[in-house]
């Protein structure tokens, strides 16, 4: 078995040295260059996200300097290496570059050998390093919630829910959050947000094989402070667009992000099946409809029949009004189901944020809509120490045998929704 690449990232506020440096790594098939950050800002962020073996820093840059972000990833990200590259050699750089707690330190310019020999010196040194102060058994890794959100009937909210629940739990202070729309045919995660996507989850299932570094080209930051995965912008893409590639991705977007919020689409489809199996939550949205009511019972039955546990599997009514629709006791007898989280309506706000592209979380934080949303986002970050683990996860399971289950019932939720 070969011996995995060493990854890099590439920090240099000169985009011809960033490509300099890229081509020079090509030359050793050792070597695999897994993003490229202008600032000592954006190879924090970068670092933390995709977890490079090494990290090829430079000092002088703006918005944040070498020294200073070498510092920050010590401490927040300490199984990435820092090899300082400068163009000042005194010993006074020198010191300071160590005490901030870099590896090893270059001095511009250098030849190949010399880039090539220091990266896997000081790599193969940290690797023996650890191997001395490691525990025999390394402790399991902790990954992100996995949040979905489903609904048995369109126009009770889904996507709203979605779009401000992924905007609430970002407002939290050191927690990074994705928003993923898995409804690769008709999504509205982008328009939502005011945003035309460049890239989306149809390029990344183009690839021959899936991987850190496209999933992360594929995301866009929002003014929000989330990342986005879009659907694709057309239709027909989405058939090129398989479970195993949604499997794929959530794992490595849970090895990267906090909380991964995941707006599904109706019906009870492989990519939907994909995504509920690797959650921690299914918050089930519903409204006082009897046509809605219905569909979330047999959505219930479903979901009971697969095996997800009364807590995973979280019951909102959307739109909840004692004047409208059917009485609240009522549903819940029905459906031998408490309620676990009731959103009021407000129809003239929502449609408001919408058109807007502002998530209402953001804009009116304080209506009675925005606290019900914020009760959701309790539901998902209460448990802090409760993240799934690596070992026995979702991902690395395969198909379901529950899937079986489903096959049974699809058929029926089909006519269901649209017999």
């Keep these: 078995m070969g011996t995995s690449p060493i ?8 985009g011809e040295t960033r490509e300099n440096l890229r081509k020079l790594l090509s030359f050793d098939c050792g070597f695999l260059v897994i993003g490229e950050a202008s600032n000592g800002k954006e190879a924090v962020a970068l670092t933390k996200r995709l977890k490079p073996d090494i990290v090829l820093m430079d000092i002088n840059m703006p918005v944040m300097d070498g020294i200073e972000a070498t510092r920050i990833i010590t401490v927040e990200a300490p199984m990435s290496t820092v090899v300082i590259l400068s163009v000042q050699g005194e010993q006074e750089y020198l010191r300071e570059a160590m005490a901030a707690g870099a590896r090893n330190y270059l001095v511009k310019p250098f030849s190949v050998d010399e880039l090539i020999n220091t990266i896997r010196k000081t790599h193969d040194l940290e690797v023996q390093r650890r191997a001395r102060i490691m525990p025999i058994v390394a402790p399991q890794r902790k990954l992100g919630r996995v949040v979905t959100v489903f609904s048995t009937k369109g126009g009770v909210g889904k996507t709203t829910i979605a779009t401000n629940l992924a905007a609430e739990l970002a407002k939290r202070s050191n927690r990074s959050v994705v928003l993923v729309d898995l409804d690769l045919q008709f999504g509205d995660i982008a328009i939502m947000l005011d945003t035309v996507p460049v890239r989306t989850i149809a390029d990344i299932a183009r690839e021959e094989e899936v991987d850190s570094e496209i999933v992360e080209a594929c995301l866009f930051t929002h003014d929000t402070g989330i990342r986005v995965l879009p659907s694709p912008l057309r239709p027909e893409q989405s058939e090129i667009v398989t479970g195993r590639h949604v499997e794929a991705i959530l794992g490595l977007l849970a090895e990267s992000f906090d909380f991964i919020v995941i707006d599904l689409p109706q019906g009870l489809a492989d990519i939907s099946l994909t995504a509920m199996d690797a959650a921690d939550i299914i918050f089930l949205i519903t409204s006082l409809e009897l046509p809605a009511i219905k569909n979330a019972g047999i959505c219930l039955e479903i979901m009971d029949a697969l095996g997800y546990e009364d807590d995973k599997v979280k019951l909102v009514v959307n739109r909840s009004s004692k004047e409208i629709g059917v009485d609240i006791g009522e549903m819940e007898n029905a459906l031998k189901r408490t309620v676990d989280i009731h959103i009021p309506s407000d129809g ?27 009760d959701l986002a309790r539901i998902v970050d209460h448990q802090s120490g409760g993240e799934r683990t690596e070992k026995g996860g979702p991902y690395c399971e395969g198909i379901s045998p529950r899937r079986r289950i489903a096959g049974m019932f699809a058929g029926i939720f089909s006519f269901f929704i649209h017999g």
Excluded at 349 to 371: D, E, I
């Design 348 to 374: 003239r706000l929502v449609v408001q944020s919408v058109n807007k592209g502002v998530p209402f979380v953001l804009s009116n934080p304080t209506a009675k809509v925005s606290l019900a949303i914020k």
């Design 7 to 14: 990854k890099i990232l590439i920090v240099d506020d000169i």
